[in-house]
């Protein structure tokens, strides 16, 4: 699938009058997180000839050991997490060399799941690839090495030295460094673009390929996120709560990275499999399938919903480790000025306006309290929105609510794919010098006339409001610690 979109876009980029190929200087791009793709042995020789008059896809049929490549969403492997997190000494442990626990998506347990269920598929791998490197590689006609940043994803670097940890790569896999290949910082080069795409579209012969890197690392470049006090949003498929560190701390929850435009500072990162979906889901339900009458409803309901909180999962959740389920209380005594005589009452339901604000508060609470748990500014000095849900005004006033503080939106809620636009030029910039160089060169003083700037959207609210809801979220995570304890899945 992820070959034929390339054949697709490129040759509908073929019959457009106004694109160049030969004005291309620098390629990169955003590859969907944690999905890996496994080479059949001989792919190599394949990739270095393919031969122009010929599409992608009907040359690389057989060239794959796997046929369907695990992805972000795939959540069968708990047992596989649970014997490389035992295998190197703990979680925490884990987490301190490769930036996170175990994680069912991430690659490193992904991998395991192969080397054990399905060991000939696993030895006729000759590589393994990440998404972006995977693209990265159709376009230098052989084997791109994986970045940095998106190789933290697979629980197999060490995050300190930017290489593959030994400890890991041993609790994973046998012989499994020699199929990765080597590691390339997320600026760096992967090659020049392959003849058959100068030969096939007439790219520009010296054009280079840049590495390529997840999204969500795409889209903290996109955002052009360089202050440690700002977090950026991205409400999309998934929601991802993102910010910048000097220092990588461990924990059992969230996420470490390389930056990957900053060699010297982290990227960290929480991630929530119930989002866009779950949200349409709720508004299917109960707002007749309209956005309009799903705004109409938060706009008519009163902030912290009169004590009403909701746990809403369509997907077994990442943060925090819940099953799919609904779980709905009403706070009786809940003044929104105190905690003292509050008591927590389930109900099996809420009526519909009541249904919605309790999903959004609900979803917005529990990143709140998750990122202050994580060490992360609290109150941000301002939050940056993205992604498809970031163009709603009534989600996004509540985010500033809860938060407490101002919420911008970009101009483009494709973050992913500038932020790799960005990165090629980045990356070309830092090839043409020979050495790294600030990604901010690029757009130092400029950022107002460019698609890049941020915009205000949403002004800081009352402090006693985002008060309020702090005494809401502490009492929100009371009770999801007895869920986890009830019911979690890891």
């Not at 998106?150 to 609790?171: F, T, V």
């Not at 500072?265 to 309009?292: F, H, P, Q």
């Not at 604000?357 to 202050?372: D, N, T, V, W």
Request: one cysteine or more; charged letters at 25%; proline letters at 4%.
């Amino acid at each position: 699938m992820w070959v034929d979109a390339l054949d697709l876009i490129l040759h509908k980029l073929s019959l457009s009058k106004t694109f160049d190929f030969e004005k291309i200087i620098a390629v990169s791009g955003s590859g969907q997180q944690h999905g890996s793709v496994y080479w059949a042995k001989g792919s190599s020789e394949i990739l270095k000839s393919l031969d122009h008059t010929k599409s992608l896809k009907d040359q690389l049929r057989g060239a794959f050991s796997v046929e369907e490549s695990p992805i972000w969403m795939d959540s069968s492997t708990t047992a596989q997490c649970r014997e490389i997190e035992s295998a190197v000494g703990g979680g925490m442990v884990l987490s301190e060399i490769t930036g996170s626990r175990a994680y069912e998506r991430y690659t490193g347990p992904q991998i395991r799941k192969l080397f054990k269920d399905e060991a000939g598929l696993y030895e006729g791998t000759e590589r393994i690839s990440l998404v972006s490197s995977f693209m990265a590689s159709l376009l230098i006609g052989d084997y791109a090495s994986i970045d940095e940043t998106d190789g933290a994803g697979m629980n197999l670097m060490d995050i300190k030295k930017r290489c593959w940890s030994k400890e890991a790569l041993e609790a994973t896999a046998t012989g499994l460094e020699e199929k990765l290949g080597k590691l390339a910082p997320a600026y760096a080069t992967a090659g020049s673009i392959s003849q058959y795409f100068v030969q096939r579209y007439g790219f520009e012969k010296n054009c280079v390929v840049v590495q390529w890197s997840g999204d969500n690392p795409n889209s903290l470049a996109g955002l052009t996120l360089s202050t440690p006090g700002d977090l950026a949003i991205s409400l999309g498929t998934s929601d991802t709560v993102f910010g910048i560190t000097k220092e990588h701390q461990p924990s059992l929850e969230g996420h470490v990275f390389p930056n990957p435009v900053d060699p010297e500072s982290y990227m960290v990162m929480l991630v929530y499999k119930n989002a866009s979906l779950t949200r349409e889901a709720i508004r299917d339900r109960c707002a007749d399938g309209s956005w309009d009458v799903f705004n109409k409803y938060l706009e008519q309901t009163q902030p912290l919903n009169d004590g009403k909180l909701g746990f809403y999962y369509t997907e077994n959740e990442i943060l925090p480790p819940l099953p799919v389920g609904s779980h709905r209380y009403i706070l009786d005594n809940f003044s929104g000025e105190s905690l003292e005589g509050v008591k927590e009452r389930e109900v099996k339901e809420f009526d519909p306006p009541s249904e919605v604000r309790a999903l959004i508060e609900g979803q917005f609470l529990s990143k709140r309290a998750h990122a202050e748990r994580f060490g992360m500014p609290s109150p941000p000095i301002r939050i940056i929105a993205t992604g498809g849900a970031s163009a709603n005004e009534n989600i996004l006033s509540l985010i500033s609510s809860i938060f407490g503080c101002d919420v911008y939106t970009v101009q483009r809620p494709d973050s992913a794919s500038l932020g790799a636009a960005l990165r090629a030029a980045h990356g070309w910039l830092c090839n043409k010098k020979g050495t790294f160089v600030p990604i901010s060169c690029l757009y130092e003083g400029k950022l107002e006339k460019t698609s890049l700037n941020c915009k205000l959207k949403v002004k800081a609210g009352d402090d006693k409001v985002a008060y309020s809801y702090g005494l809401l979220m502490k009492k929100r995570m009371e009770i999801e610690k007895k869920l986890v304890e009830k019911l979690g899945h890891f």
